[in-house]
């Protein structure tokens, strides 16, 4: 069984740029969630994918977008970047919503830093 | 304005004694909390959760507690080992966990041999 991966794992980019990162979900995983971790603070959740709709988003812009694709997998997109969304990215993974395990699988992150 | 609350950014603690990380959150609508450990350059990690139905889960060495009328939860390490040292992070979720997980700013927790 392998576990959450994501792509890059480091990226750097000028202000005003647009960046994708990717995920690929746990095996057998159909819902997907990104969440943004600034220095110093927890995750913060940004929107979640189920069977490829957009199920819940959190309080940030629409430059936020995102897919998820047929098998899962998962991209985040960022348009016209600012200073303050330099962070580290986390793409989680759950079984779905008709489970009562909480549990969302993390994977080890993307660290984007703007300039 | 926050809903999830670790007071305490750090903890120190000698091997073979108790850790007990504290937190606090103020949504009534919470339905499960749970608890991950994050290492540096990695993803934060499940430990335990517990359902708000429940007051105690334990596992192993780790135990959550949970007390509604304080909206307050805490994590017992027993006997704490120095591989315990770690970033961890409360979070807590609604609506039997399918929704978004929200995050404490996390306590870093450090085991001294």
């Known amino acids: 069984e392998t576990g959450v991966t994501q792509s890059p794992t480091h990226l750097i980019k000028t202000r005003g740029q647009q960046v994708t990162l990717r995920c690929s979900s746990q095996?057998?995983?159909?819902?997907v969630s990104w969440y943004q971790q600034a220095l110093g603070q927890g995750p913060q959740f940004i929107f979640q994918?189920?069977?490829?709709?957009?199920?819940g988003r959190g309080n940030f812009p629409p430059r936020f977008s995102g897919l998820q694709f047929p098998n899962y997998s998962s991209e985040l997109n960022v348009n016209a970047l600012e200073l303050d969304d330099s962070a580290l990215y986390l793409c989680?993974?759950?079984?779905?919503?008709?489970?009562?395990?909480?549990?969302?699988?993390f994977g080890p992150g993307t660290r984007l830093t703007v300039t | 304005d926050q809903q999830v609350k670790q007071n305490s950014p750090s903890l120190s603690v000698q091997e073979g004694r108790i850790s007990i990380l504290n937190c606090d959150y103020t949504n009534s609508m919470f339905d499960y909390f749970l608890w991950y450990k994050k290492y540096p350059a990695e993803g934060p990690t499940f430990l335990i959760s517990?359902?708000?139905?429940?007051d105690k889960n334990e596992d192993g060495r780790f135990t959550v507690f949970l007390n509604k009328s304080a909206k307050h939860l805490s994590l017992h390490i027993v006997p704490s080992q120095p591989g315990d040292s770690a970033v961890y992070f409360c979070?807590?979720?609604?609506?039997?966990?399918?929704?978004?997980?929200?995050f404490g700013k996390g306590t870093k927790l450090t085991v001294n041999p």
């Open positions: 095996s057998g995983h159909n819902t």
């Open positions: 994918y189920y069977r490829e709709e957009e199920n």
């Open positions: 979070a807590a979720t609604g609506r039997g966990g399918s929704e978004k997980l929200v």
């Open positions: 989680a993974s759950s079984a779905g919503l008709a489970v009562t395990s909480p549990q969302q699988y």
């Open positions: 517990i359902s708000s139905i429940k």
